[in-house]
């Protein structure tokens, strides 16, 4: 597939080249002004896309796509973006909305781009080969890392934090590039794996399991609680001795009752514990964070 048709339109891939900025940044922008939208694994075009001459090509090996007049770089809206900017782990946050600012810094220094220390996030020897620069917080003095926008597009940075978001890409990129797309829909693994390599029941666990790894805590899965009978703990955490259990929604009269034996076994033997929601996934930094601060564990 060429990236210009025979009427000379351009895919957005396409046309983010010609424009010279992230491809990902193009798809956010042209998403955050309601030209498109993602519904399911295909972008699809909205009103005020079509108004402004996008369209559909069809492909036998890519399927349909969107494509734009090739003069659309003239827009005033597209003429505006600059390819030299520069994001923060904050700002991280457009292409993945499902993580905090902390799990994104985390994820960045698990790959070894960014490192904390008592003074913030400092840079890497790997990450200034990725086009990272140091700075400090003109209000706190903290130091923390810029990237250029392109760290977006970076296949492994694009991995690893669609794994902790819960975005898994699709297997071939809609408009047969080789750039990922961040903004693939979610779908779950067939095997819930964590960043560390441990096997997890649920995608719950795996979520809670990834956190406490990128807080660097040691922890165990599926530990027997100090007790004769054999009941076990989603999670344990040798320092701080706290154990953590994951409940989904949909428990059933069994999960229950587990529950409330789990409850009454830490409450008679005073054993610091944790307990998880489904309904907290998208906080878990808070749930998480501020239990374990509680045992005087800081992360």
Same mark, same amino acid.
Request: net charge negative; proline share 5%; glycine share 8%.
């Given at each position: 597939? *060429?990236?210009?048709? /025979?009427? /000379?339109? +351009? ?7 010609? +424009? @010279? ?10 998403? #955050? ?21 996008? *369209?559909?090509? !069809?492909?036998?090996?890519? &399927? ?17 973006? %600059? *390819? ?35 003074? /913030? ?10 086009? &990272?620069?140091?700075? @400090?917080? %003109? ?10 926008? @392109? ?13 902790? *978001? #819960? ?25 819930? %794996? ?10 719950? !666990? ?7 790894? =990128?807080? !660097? ?7 027997? =609680? ?13 320092? &701080? ?6 409940? %989904? ?29 489904? #309904? ?7 749930? +998480? ?11």
């Amino acid at each position: 597939m *060429s990236d210009e048709d /025979g009427e /000379g339109k +351009l895919s957005t891939t396409a046309l983010a080249r010609k +424009l @010279e900025i992230p491809v990902q940044q193009l798809f956010a922008t042209l998403r #955050d002004y309601g030209w498109i939208q993602r519904r399911g694994d295909t972008w699809v075009l909205l009103p005020k896309g079509e108004f402004e001459g996008g *369209s559909y090509q !069809q492909s036998k090996r890519f &399927g349909r796509y969107i494509v734009w007049p090739a003069n659309l770089g003239h827009h005033p809206l597209l003429a505006a973006l %600059e *390819s030299n900017q520069r994001i923060t782990a904050a700002a991280m946050r457009r292409y993945y909305p499902r993580l905090h600012t902390r799990q994104i810094n985390r994820a960045l220094a698990e790959i070894g781009l960014q490192q904390h220390t008592i003074i /913030g996030w400092e840079l890497t020897p790997l990450g200034k080969t990725m086009g &990272g620069q140091q700075s @400090e917080s %003109e209000a706190t003095g903290a130091f923390y890392v810029t990237w250029p926008h @392109e760290i977006v597009d970076n296949p492994v940075v694009h991995r690893e934090l669609s794994r902790q *978001s #819960d975005q898994f890409p699709a297997a071939e990129a809609a408009e047969g590039d080789s750039a990922p797309d961040l903004f693939a829909s979610a779908s779950r693994p067939a095997q819930c %794996e964590g960043v560390d390599g441990h096997i997890l029941k649920t995608p719950l !666990q795996m979520l809670v399991c990834n956190w406490l790894y =990128l807080a !660097q805590l040691a922890h165990a899965c599926h530990r027997a =609680l100090p007790v004769e009978e054999l009941i076990y703990a989603d999670f344990y955490l040798p320092v &701080g001795n706290v154990y953590i259990d994951c409940w %989904e929604q949909a428990s059933g009269p069994a999960e229950m009752r587990q529950r409330l034996r789990k409850r009454d076994i830490y409450s008679s033997m005073n054993l610091r514990s944790l307990e998880v929601d489904e #309904d907290d996934v998208d906080r878990l930094d808070e749930v +998480l964070g501020r239990g374990l601060l509680a045992f005087g564990i800081r992360c």
